[in-house]
């Protein structure tokens, strides 16, 4: 069965960088797009970043400029480069992938990882 596994969170000072990674595994035909979701406490889920099979990228308004998505196709793997970070990034993250197994296309996510942005 397809797994996401995320690594990369923890604790960090205002104007610091983290980069969290997200590795899919299984029997997987193809990934059509790959992207990071983060949610704080008592807020709604946001869309921070994706990017889809042909490369093209989108991320949200509050994080460009300053977060970066990349990816390795080969190992399956992508790449959430956090700079500048600010006390409103805390969140968790969550990665996610629309992964074609053969019969269609089907979300999977990530377990989430812990970013703290503090003093």
């Known amino acids: 069965q397809v797994q996401l596994v995320e690594s990369g969170g923890g604790l960090v000072q205002p104007g610091g960088s983290l980069r969290l990674s997200c590795t899919a595994s299984g029997s997987i035909f193809s990934i059509n797009a790959m992207g990071w979701y983060r949610q704080a406490p008592g807020k709604q889920r946001e869309l921070v970043a994706v990017i889809g099979s042909g490369g093209r990228m989108n991320s949200a308004d509050s994080v460009k400029g300053r977060f970066a998505i990349s990816r390795d196709n080969a190992k399956n793997t992508w790449y959430l480069q956090m700079n500048s970070l600010k006390p409103e990034d805390t969140a968790v993250y969550c990665c996610?992938?629309?992964?074609?197994?053969?019969?269609?296309?089907?979300?999977?996510w990530g377990q989430g990882t812990q970013v703290t942005v503090s003093s």
């Open positions: 996610y992938a629309r992964v074609n197994l053969g019969r269609g296309d089907y979300i999977y």
